[in-house]
């Protein structure tokens, strides 16, 4: 998984370029990914795993930027953990791990810009679209569209280095990611109860990998 997100993080910084380098951040994201869904009716971050990623973050102005990711993990559940009727009547389990590939926006609430020494921290807002593949061990792979949403924050620590948390919901148009229905069938797809959400959070560092241009070196001194 380490080498799938170092070439992640190559791709990712190699159609950068095309970008001003002045404003590029790139970098990875470490931290845990959940689900929630029939399998788990209820509960944030139970049996979580580990999740990394690579990105690229572009940054219009000190309020907006744009983003994109590359993240893979895992997610568990098993109906013996709920106390349910139907969890304990199902008793199935789900252990799959998945594949996510992210187009998202980002609101900074303070002016955010880490070349100046009075700018170097905001919280966030974040939204978007996604594309995600299931690699089902037991069954057809599931491939989807997605709506991450969530917030975090981040500090710039130096001109070029910024570390931040993140928190992502994944809104999923399909419920058979744990393949099963909303009314306990397995192996069979809805797109009307959608009750299936992959979920990130962690932590990321960025770096900008090109020169800075025009940016006094005395704001942070």
């Known amino acids: 998984m380490i080498r799938a997100a ?10 950068g370029k095309g970008f001003s380098s002045d404003e590029l951040d790139a970098g990875i994201f470490a931290g845990t990914s959940y689900y929630r869904g029939n399998l788990n009716p209820s509960l944030h971050f ?43 009547a199902r008793q199935a389990g789900l252990v799959n791990n998945f594949y996510d590939f992210s187009l998202t926006g980002e609101f900074n609430f303070m002016p955010f810009k880490v070349t100046i ?6 919280t966030y ?17 599931s491939n989807y569209l997605n709506l991450p949403f969530g917030g975090g924050v981040k500090y710039g620590i130096s001109r070029r280095l910024t570390i931040g948390l993140e928190w992502i919901l994944k809104k999923n148009f399909r419920d058979d990611i ?4 909303s009314f306990g069938q397995f192996d069979s797809p809805s797109f009307i109860h959608n009750n299936d959400w992959v979920s990130l959070a962690g932590f990321f560092v960025t770096i900008k990998p090109f020169e800075r241009r025009g940016d006094c070196a005395v704001y942070w001194y």
């Open 46 to 88: 139970h049996r979580p795993s580990p999740a990394f990623g690579a990105l690229m973050r572009y940054n219009f102005n000190e309020h907006y930027a744009f983003k994109m990711g590359f993240n893979f993990g895992q997610i568990k559940a098993e109906d013996i953990d709920f106390e349910y009727p139907l969890n304990q």
């Open 117 to 122: 020494f009075s700018k170097p921290i905001s």
């Open 6 to 15: 170092a070439i992640c993080l190559m791709l990712i910084l190699s159609a």
């Open 125 to 141: 807002i974040t939204a978007g679209i996604a594309y995600t593949f299931v690699p089902d061990v037991d069954g057809p792979a």
């Open 178 to 181: 744990d393949g099963v229905k």
